[in-house]
């Protein structure tokens, strides 16, 4: 019986459904395991009532896709760490917590601190398990290691979530990674106790040791950042003008090892072992020979997340490509998917995930339509018409997920590709060949990285070219969950016509293209249905009108504010944008406004309905109360700590509602 003949990619969406299914509705562990018994009972009734005519009967297969769901929703259940009764959580106090653990994770560090994902072993002196994130005083230069022991006693807070509308929510990817407390630490203030010598401290020393044998080049920072992350998957050193150039251009994917780079190293390797073809099971050598190197390099880059994502999902694709070429492909991928959700359910909400399988599905799809777009039979032409080809199949395939997160469409994504993916091929398989050199003749290794440094060079000059190019993107795109399901249908059907030259298929693309239609003028217009009243969590204040389809803006930095309005903007629909200085009386319907900032001035006659304090005002809130008596105060974040907590004192005090937006999020009014 060979799995790669059975229906894989239906097994592997029920599987998905059932991980929805707990994430939505948190159901309980009876309550799942009586899922799996019952429908695993029903499986063993039907299996043998079908035993002959395995995939005829219609009931066997229905319950199968139940079953399937049902230990999808088991393996999400199981896999959150809150669900266990030795989860810190469940130890932890209000106050100050021992906390005993090990550094599992080096994350970018920030101007104040580094960062780091700490495993622990116990918590008041229990044993415990589960990760917080821990934010380490830069004071110690030497910082922590992966497989550093340590104990601290610290309070631990709840990671923050998004204070602004729209904002990319923090707290939920690291809940999506079990982690639901963060602490801060100054130096003196953890003890370091050895370290633990697993394969984490394994994988972490091994790059580092690979990352310094790069130090006899004499690289420059760009050009060393941009080899790690091509090499070993290492962003942290990467500047942002480098990545906002590689996003403008449409590139991005190339900074990030996925399945292209892994892609390009099997037919690199493909090529160079294809003598074997011609001995005795030497087709059989050359794929084991082949993935053994693949995961050999997903070992090199430390086996993050992605690295593995992407070996794990080109070694079925190879797999299946070469036992059953075009339908073992697509289950090779679904096996895929079903291994690695297997192993973590959440991957299912990674955008690195999302947007790899759904790059690889649409290249696949659009394979066989290749071939009728070559106009030479010259192999380097039909090898850059391969390129304009694979990159526009693989953007068709990401756009919904693309103009969803990232609500931006590069228009000279093809242009960018065109040089950049040759050019990052040739740094890629040149750079790997020079790491082994670095350690066996570096003498050769210095030739190769001066080609490399020219190589990055002209790279990150081309794509800083396109990335500048006037209209050269399309930014702000409104677009909602609603709307990608709909344009995947869109693209389904489109598909679905290249396949089937019929009448229905046509009409099927047609109704899909109306419904979108229709979906996106009913949201619309539902936006535009509603005002609303907003001041937001920000250093330098910011509040806004929404009036219809329009808002205005009222703040005197708008350059600090520029990513809190666009990402409102782009949730809102909004076709009018207006950006004015904060004023002093706004009028919100029949509700009066008073913002007193630092000039502490106010009329006592206006008798306001809401009180915005900005800018930390010298006034005597009491007095304000008594005089104006309005229905609710509200700080923003421009105000000091201290002085956020002396009002809130005093409004529980004088009975009247008060809202801190650096406590509470942004304050909303309809």
């Known amino acids: 019986m060979n799995v790669l003949k059975y229906p894989m990619i239906t097994i592997s969406i029920s599987f998905v459904i059932g991980i929805l299914v707990n994430y939505f509705f948190l159901l309980s562990f009876t309550q799942i395991s009586l899922f799996v018994f019952f429908f695993f009972s029903i499986f063993l009734f039907t299996f043998f009532r079908a035993r002959k005519e395995l995939f005829q009967d219609i009931y066997f297969g229905f319950n199968c896709y139940l079953l399937v769901a049902s230990l999808g929703s088991m393996a999400h259940y199981l896999n959150s760490d809150l669900n266990y009764e030795n989860h810190y959580s469940k130890i932890m106090v209000n ?74 929510d923090y707290s939920k990817y690291l809940e999506k990674q079990n982690i639901y407390h963060q602490v801060f630490c100054k130096q003196n203030k953890i003890v370091k106790l050895g370290v633990v010598k697993g394969y984490e401290y394994f994988f972490q020393e091994m790059r580092t040791k690979l990352r310094e044998s790069f130090s006899i080049h004499g690289f420059d920072v760009k050009t060393r950042s941009i080899l790690e992350a091509l090499i070993l998957g290492q962003r942290s050193y990467m500047d942002k003008e480098t990545m906002n150039d590689y996003s403008k251009a449409g590139v991005i994917h190339i900074l990030a090892i996925s399945g292209l780079h892994i892609g390009i190293l099997f037919v690199f390797l493909s090529g160079l072992l294809k003598p074997l073809e011609k001995k005795k099971y030497g087709r059989y050598l050359k794929l084991i020979i082949i993935i053994t190197l693949l995961w050999g390099f997903a070992i090199i880059t430390g086996f993050s997340a992605s690295v593995a994502r992407a070996v794990t999902l080109f070694t079925f694709v190879s797999i299946g490509k070469f036992y059953y070429r075009q339908l073992g492909v697509y289950n090779g991928i679904a096996i895929s998917a079903l291994a690695l959700l297997a192993y973590n359910p959440n991957f299912i909400f990674d955008i690195g995930f999302q947007l790899s399988y759904s790059a690889v599905i649409s290249i696949l799809l659009f394979q066989p339509f290749y071939e009728k777009a070559y106009f030479t039979k010259n192999k380097v032409g039909i090898y850059f018409i391969d390129i304009i080809l694979v990159s526009l199949a693989a953007q068709i395939g990401v756009l919904p997920l693309s103009l969803y997160y990232f609500n931006q469409l590069p228009l000279l994504f093809l242009v960018a590709n065109l040089l950049v993916i040759p050019v990052a091929s040739g740094i890629l398989i040149i750079g790997i060949i020079t790491l082994i050199l670095n350690f066996v003749f570096q003498p050769l290794a210095v030739i190769l990285g001066k080609i490399i440094t020219y190589l990055i060079w002209l790279m990150n000059n081309y794509v800083a070219y396109i990335s500048k190019i006037e209209k050269g993107s399309i930014n702000n795109i409104s677009f909602n969950l609603l709307l990608v399901v709909l344009l995947y249908l869109f693209i389904i059907a489109l598909v679905f016509l290249m396949y089937n030259r019929k009448w229905y298929a046509f009409r099927n693309l047609i109704f899909s293209i109306l419904l979108f239609q229709v979906a996106y003028v009913l949201i619309k217009k539902n936006e535009a249905n509603y005002d609303e009243f907003l001041v937001y969590n920000s250093k330098k204040s910011l509040i806004s009108i929404k009036r219809k389809n329009q808002a205005i803006f009222y703040t005197n930095s708008e350059g600090n504010n520029n990513i809190i309005i666009d990402d409102y903007i782009q949730s809102t629909f909004i076709d009018s944008v207006k950006i004015e200085p904060l004023q002093n009386v706004l009028l919100y319907n029949d509700r009066r406004v008073l913002i007193i900032d630092s000039n502490s001035v106010y009329r006592i006659s206006l008798k306001p309905d809401i009180v915005v304090l900005t800018y930390s005002p010298k006034i005597n809130l009491e007095r304000l109360i008594s005089e104006t008596k309005p229905q609710i105060i509200i700080a923003d974040n421009s105000n000091p700590f201290y002085k956020i907590e002396q009002w809130k004192t005093t409004c529980r005090k004088e009975k009247i509602p008060f809202h801190a937006t650096a406590e509470k999020g942004f304050y909303r009014l309809k």
């Open 95 to 168: 106050e100050k917590n021992e906390i005993i653990g090990t550094v599992s994770t080096i994350i970018k560090a920030n101007e104040k601190y580094n960062k780091y994902i700490v495993a622990l072993e116990k918590c008041n002196n229990k044993k415990s398990i589960g990760k917080i994130l821990l934010y380490y005083s830069k004071e110690d230069t030497l910082g922590l290691r992966v497989g550093q022991r340590i104990v601290f006693y610290e309070k631990l807070n709840k990671t923050p979530k998004a204070f602004n509308p729209n904002q990319f």
